[in-house]
């Protein structure tokens, strides 16, 4: 679904349909491969030579994608748009020997994958999904929905837990999901994938929230949902790129995986994917080592995630100055020491964006008291050299299990990350 025919329920409605089918960086960089191929890009092997000529391509690189319109030459002329965005999401990770027994109860071994609001996970459904790799090199994407839970400990039994709960990273942290005496997690999915047991030689799986996306507040204003940090900007950079028409300048859309662990992979932001992938578009053209250089000096990149809104319950945590609030457009992080990429181009370049686009805008400063988080921004700004801004929509509950955001929101980024690529 474009953004250009799209309207901001439609857009939400189409946001929520792919967080569900996402519920990790695997599943989602395969919901994005679907739809791109959908929409006429072509997928290209980076193990093979890169398309020469106009076209529309992308390549999935573990649970990151990179998408690109491709203009029919590349010359002193060619512009270069990037979004970028992260496909992944803190999260319980499953460890190598997935499943124990302690005490008559089946449990999952897991550790804590990013910043995770462990509270959030407590006393929720949860399901399990991921990727195994069996004995021939395949991969299988596998979920188990409503398959776990990690209760909590009834007040009964500590009384003072509403003075403060503390959670032991460790313990408290392993869900249940069986009364079997032998529980197997692993089997049940190779059993889902069509696969023997004793094949899967490998997995990434994680934990995810079985409830699904939903509109709420007095007038359906509000938008809950897990992912949105930071799916809500992979969605919108997907909708801005799917159906844009030809033009002379290189776009690109790059979601990458491992933002919430630092980006330093193969497949995350400080790796050299997008880099690569670049190069060699750039070296199927015809352009030598300074023109390549070159075109990256023209290039800008607008990183966008998620940000904070303003909390009612918690507002001395904020600057005390700045109103955030839903619906009242997407934002653009500003920080001093450069937690985010954002400088006065870029901020020229993003409001610009917005004024074609007809969506409002919003500016976040954090409070001095308290340190800002950093995104792929500052990290694509260092490795290629380029403009780069950071943006994003705003959430209440980031990290948690599931947060929240205004209903319009999304579809004003999505617009204005269209307005952007478009030039």
């Given amino acids: ?106 449990q999952i071994a897991v550790e804590i994958y990013g910043g995770a609001l462990l509270n959030s996970w407590l006393d929720r459904e949860l399901g399990i999904a991921g990727r195994i790799i069996t ?21 009964h039994l500590d009384r003072s837990v509403n003075d403060g709960l503390r959670l032991d990273r460790q313990t408290h942290t392993q869900p249940v999901f069986t009364l079997d005496a032998e529980p197997d997690l692993l089997a049940a999915l190779a059993e889902q994938a069509g696969v023997r047991s004793s094949d899967v030689l490998g997995h990434d799986l994680f934990t995810y929230l079985s409830q699904p996306p939903a509109r709420f507040g007095l007038r359906n204003e509000f ?37 919430e662990i630092g980006s330093a992979t193969s497949s995350g932001a400080a790796g050299p994917f997008l880099e690569d ?3 060699r578009i750039a070296s199927v053209a015809g352009c030598d080592l300074d023109a390549t250089k070159a075109l990256l000096a023209r290039g800008s990149c607008v990183s966008a995630d998620a940000g904070h809104l303003v909390h009612p319950n918690y507002s001395q945590h904020h600057d005390p100055h700045v109103d955030l609030v839903p ?53 694509t700004a260092t490795r290629l050299g380029m403009v780069t801004v950071d943006v994003g929509i705003g959430l209440l509950s980031m990290h948690s299990a599931r947060e929240m955001c205004g209903v319009d929101d999304p579809h004003h980024l999505a617009a204005a990350l269209r307005a952007y690529l478009e030039g």
């Fill in 1 to 106: 679904m474009g953004i250009v025919f799209s309207t901001p329920s439609s857009h939400l409605d189409d946001l929520a349909a792919f967080v569900t089918a996402s519920p990790t960086s695997y599943h989602a960089a395969s919901s994005m491969a679907s739809r791109l191929a959908n929409a006429g890009f072509v997928p290209v092997d980076e193990k093979n030579q890169f398309p020469r000529g106009a076209g529309r391509f992308f390549v999935v690189r573990h649970g990151a994608v990179i998408a690109w319109r491709q203009p029919e030459r590349i010359d002193e002329a060619t512009g270069l748009r990037v979004v970028g965005a992260h496909t992944d999401s803190p999260a319980l990770k499953v460890k190598p020997e997935a499943s124990f027994s302690f005490r008559g109860w089946g």
């Fill in 223 to 259: 938008f809950a949902s897990s992912r949105l940090d930071n799916l809500s900007s992979t969605h919108a950079g997907l909708t801005a790129i799917e159906d844009l028409g030809e033009g002379d300048d290189l776009v690109v859309l790059a979601a990458f995986d491992h933002e």
């Fill in 327 to 379: 619906n009242g457009g997407p934002m653009l992080k500003v920080n001093a020491n450069q937690r985010y990429a954002t400088d006065a181009v870029g901020e020229a370049l993003w409001l610009q964006a917005c004024e074609a686009a007809g969506v409002p805008s919003q500016v976040f400063v954090s409070n001095n008291a308290m340190p800002c988080g950093s995104t792929i921004g500052p990290i």
């Fill in 277 to 279: 992938v670049l190069e």
């Fill in 135 to 155: 004995r021939d090199g395949a991969q299988h994407l596998v979920h188990l929905d409503s398959v776990a839970r990690l209760p909590q400990l009834a007040i």
